[in-house]
T-cell receptor
Framework: GDSVTQMEGPVTLSEEAFLTINCTYT??????LFWYVQYPGEGLQLLLK?????DKGSNKGFEATYRKETTSFHLEKGSVQVSDSAVYFC?????????????FGTGTLLAVQP | KAGVTQTPRYLIKTRGQQVTLSCSPI?????VSWYQQTPGQGLQFLFE???????NKGNFPGRFSGRQFSNSRSEMNVSTLELGDSALYLC???????????FGPGTRLLVL
């Protein structure tokens, strides 16, 4: 079945460092891909999404490109801030069928130090 | 527009009891999905409702059930609670199939 694999955390960075969180997927067809962020004590917030190959999602300085050839959707940010500290989840929405089911990776904790 | 709201935010129950959680989607959204989040299993899909019909169900025992009302509000019920049901239960809504899902703050359930 469909699945998402993302890098283990925690990832600890200094402020203004470059961030990469790796995400790869296994899926039939052409799923939509998402990054969600979860701050302590809160629900999930959509960070960005891409719905087809070579699409680049971007928001708040974060970017991710849908790479079909490598089945990847890595999250990047050029300069992280302390306020970016959170858990980041990569997810896919299965292609085909009338469903909104999301399949999530295990999450990556990001800790940014001043 | 108001976001997805979930009530209650926190619950403490004992084993064997049952619990009902509520979710009010964003106005105009007809799809509501439920997820369970635990440290061990991560985020797992429970079920999805669209226009009062269950459209998809995850791999959970029959003790987990849900429903959706004509105003798109949804409830989920867990009967005969077990310690392992302690989790954050998240609700998400969207306008339709393959559209972006927006999550509520969750209901944190503790089973003693």
């Amino acid at each position: 079945g469909d699945s998402v694999t993302q890098m283990e955390g925690p990832v600890t960075l200094s402020e203004e460092a470059f961030l990469t969180i790796n995400c790869t997927y296994t899926a039939t067809g052409y799923p939509s891909l998402f990054w969600y962020v979860q701050y302590p004590g809160e629900g999930l917030q959509l960070l960005l999404k891409a719905t087809k190959a070579d699409d680049k999602g971007s928001n708040k300085g974060f970017e991710a490109t849908y790479r079909k050839e490598t089945t990847s959707f890595h999250l990047e940010k050029g300069s992280v801030q302390v306020s970016d500290s959170a858990v980041y989840f990569c997810a896919l929405s299965s292609y085909g069928g009338a469903t909104n089911k999301l399949i999530f990776g295990t999450g990556t904790l990001l800790a940014v130090q001043p | 527009k108001a976001g997805v709201t979930q009530t209650p935010r926190y619950l403490i129950k004992t084993r064997g009891q049952q619990v009902t959680l509520s979710c009010s989607p964003i106005s105009g959204h007809r799809s509501v999905s439920w997820y369970q989040q635990t440290p061990g299993q991560g985020l797992q899909f429970l079920f999805e409702y669209f226009s009062e019909t269950q459209r998809n169900k995850g791999n959970f025992p029959g003790r987990f059930s849900g429903r959706q009302f004509s105003n798109s509000r949804s409830e989920m019920n867990v009967s005969t609670l077990e310690l392992g049901d302690s989790a954050l239960y998240l609700c998400a809504s969207s306008t339709g199939t393959k559209e972006t899902q927006y999550f509520g703050p969750g209901t944190r359930l503790l089973v003693l």
